[in-house]
């Protein structure tokens, strides 16, 4: 897989869309599992997310797409980066998504993550969620939420205890 593990044992990588409900839940309903590990297995469980917005601004490969401010989210992401007003902006991103607009996710980047120059910075974070994009393609991501676990793909993800279930038996794999 074309991801950096950074020598972790178990690597996740999701493909996300923040107006896909099943991308909302897998978020809240994984979370506390990857804090566990993250608590259990220090460095040894790494998470990372992708941009795979069903938004054909975006995203040519999902010309029919109905989420029209995804890509502005995932941008917003982009350019919020990492940390606490990162992940108050994913939270924000996904309690709303069902309201979501361009003019909203800017308000919330600019109020949640200190994005006060979204307009002037969206391009360039464009280019990023795009490079997101054709990863997802290359790894043939079709539906969001997409998971790759050591680089066995789940689509839609699963209930919770099975997701745990898999990260503690790719963890005893390695001997964990």
Same mark, same amino acid.
């Given at each position: ?76 992401? *982009?350019? %919020? ?6 992940? +108050? /902006? $994913?939270?924000?991103?996904? &309690? ?61 993800? *699963?209930? %919770? ?6 990260? +503690? /038996? $790719?963890?005893?794999?390695? &001997?964990?």
């Amino acid at each position: 897989m074309p991801v950096d593990g950074g020598g972790a044992a178990v690597v996740i990588v999701k493909f996300t869309d923040f107006q896909c409900p099943p991308c909302r839940q897998t978020c809240y309903d994984y979370k506390p599992i990857l804090e566990k590990y993250a608590k259990q297995y220090p460095g040894k469980v790494k998470y990372v997310s992708k941009h795979y917005p069903i938004d054909p601004e975006c995203n040519a490969h999902t010309p029919t797409g109905t989420h029209l401010a995804s890509c502005e989210a995932a941008a917003a992401m *982009v350019m %919020a980066g990492s940390g606490a007003k990162a992940d +108050a /902006l $994913e939270s924000w991103l996904f &309690g709303n998504q069902t309201t979501l607009t361009g003019a909203s996710v800017r308000t919330a980047s600019r109020d949640l993550a200190g994005i006060a120059d979204f307009d002037t910075r969206y391009a360039k974070a464009l280019e990023a969620v795009k490079a997101d994009i054709a990863l997802g393609q290359l790894m043939q991501v079709g539906a969001t939420p997409t998971f790759f676990v050591n680089g066995t793909q789940i689509r839609g993800g *699963v209930p %919770a205890p099975y997701f745990d279930a898999i990260v +503690a /038996l $790719e963890l005893k794999k390695a &001997g964990l």
